[in-house]
């Protein structure tokens, strides 16, 4: 039975964000760049010198974790015992973890094998470079707070449905057999 409502055959797809367009492209430019510059150093200081480089990344850069995660550690007990000591919130003066992410970051671009990613890893271990990553960091997430406004369990459950693989949205309700039937149309509140 046809309800005179044409069917597509294809359904609408969303259009993509430019990065989820060259996030794949970006990501394989920058692998051929790290493997043709360790072909180049290969070849200009031997295999040797660039098994060393990578093994002095590797370790300089689990090292660098090491410390940060020791950081957020120790910063995390401290705010647990200034809280179970009644204090307040932490003062301005004692947030020593500042630059942890950034930290973190730089010794996982260090562990990871290549020349380019050892150089943005070095970069970012440097202390004013993390402060102006954070605070650009910082207004660019509140940006995006501010764009994307206060939503409301109206647009929760205007969210809640169930979409078909061709596409269609399903709206419905559920009905259980097993639960008693009610006095009136909604159930009663003692439950």
Do not use: C
């Not at 150093?41 to 480089?53: I, N, S």
């Amino acid at each position: 039975m046809t309800t005179g409502v044409p069917s597509s055959t294809s359904p609408a797809r969303p259009r993509r964000s430019r990065l989820r367009t060259l996030l794949p492209l970006g990501v394989a430019v920058w692998l051929v760049l790290e493997i043709w510059l360790l072909t180049v150093v290969a070849g200009a200081a031997g295999g040797f010198a660039v098994f060393l480089l990578l093994v002095v990344g590797f370790v300089a850069g689990s090292a660098v974790v090491k410390r940060a995660g020791r950081r957020a550690f120790r910063a995390l007990s401290e705010t647990l015992q200034q809280q179970q000591g009644g204090a307040g919130a932490p003062g301005p003066g004692t947030g020593r973890s500042e630059g942890n992410g950034f930290l973190m970051l730089g010794g996982l671009l260090l562990m990871l094998p290549g020349l380019v990613s050892d150089a943005v890893g070095l970069v970012l271990l440097v202390p004013p470079v993390q402060k102006a990553l954070g605070r650009y960091t910082e207004r660019t997430f509140e940006r995006k707070l501010r764009e994307a406004g206060a939503g409301g369990f109206g647009d929760a459950f205007q969210q809640a449905r169930m979409h078909r693989p061709d596409g269609k949205v399903v709206q419905g309700e559920v009905i259980r057999d097993d639960a008693p039937p009610s006095a009136g149309p909604h159930p009663p509140l003692n439950r």
